[in-house]
Nanobody, 116 residues
Framework: QVQLVESGGGLVQAGGSLRLSCTAS????????IAWFRQAPGKEREFVAS????????YYADSVKGRFTISRDIAKNTVHLQMNNLNVEDAAVYYC?????????WGQGTQVTVSS
C-alpha cells in the first residue's frame, strides 16, 4: 500500500520559515518525481515545486522562486520543502504528489497558516 505522509505544517508569522516533509512508503522512491502542490480556500490546487527523479532537477512556481527549496533524501524516502520568507499568500494546504511513468499518488496534505 502506497502512502505519502506530509508533515511540518503549522502557524508562522509573515517573514518566517517552515520546513515541510513528505515521506513515502510502498513505492520505489527513486523512480518517482516528487512535487508539492498547494490549495488555498476557494482556489484551485496549484503547483509549487518538484524534484525530478531522472536527473535530479528542480522546478519552482514563479511565486516561490528564491524563497522555497525542494530537496530529496533518498535514504529516508523523504522530500523536503524549505519555505523561507513566508507571506500570507503562501497560506494553504500543501500536498505531496508522487509521479512515475505508470502511476501517481497524493498525500493527505498539511496546513500552512501565515499570520500578518
Amino acid at each position: 500500500q502506497v502512502q505519502l505522509v506530509e508533515s511540518g505544517g503549522g502557524l508562522v508569522q509573515a517573514g518566517g520559515s517552515l520546513r515541510l516533509s513528505c515521506t513515502a512508503s510502498g513505492l520505489t522512491f527513486k523512480q518517482y518525481t516528487i512535487a508539492w502542490f498547494r490549495q488555498a480556500p476557494g482556489k484551485e490546487r496549484e503547483f509549487v515545486a518538484s524534484h525530478v527523479h531522472k536527473d535530479g532537477s528542480s522546478y519552482y512556481a514563479d511565486s516561490v522562486k528564491g524563497r522555497f527549496t525542494i530537496s530529496r533524501d533518498i535514504a529516508k524516502n523523504t522530500v523536503h520543502l524549505q519555505m523561507n520568507n513566508l507571506n500570507v499568500e503562501d497560506a494553504a494546504v500543501y500536498y505531496c504528489h508522487a509521479l512515475s511513468d505508470y502511476d501517481n499518488y497524493w498525500g493527505q496534505g498539511t496546513q500552512v497558516t501565515v499570520s500578518s
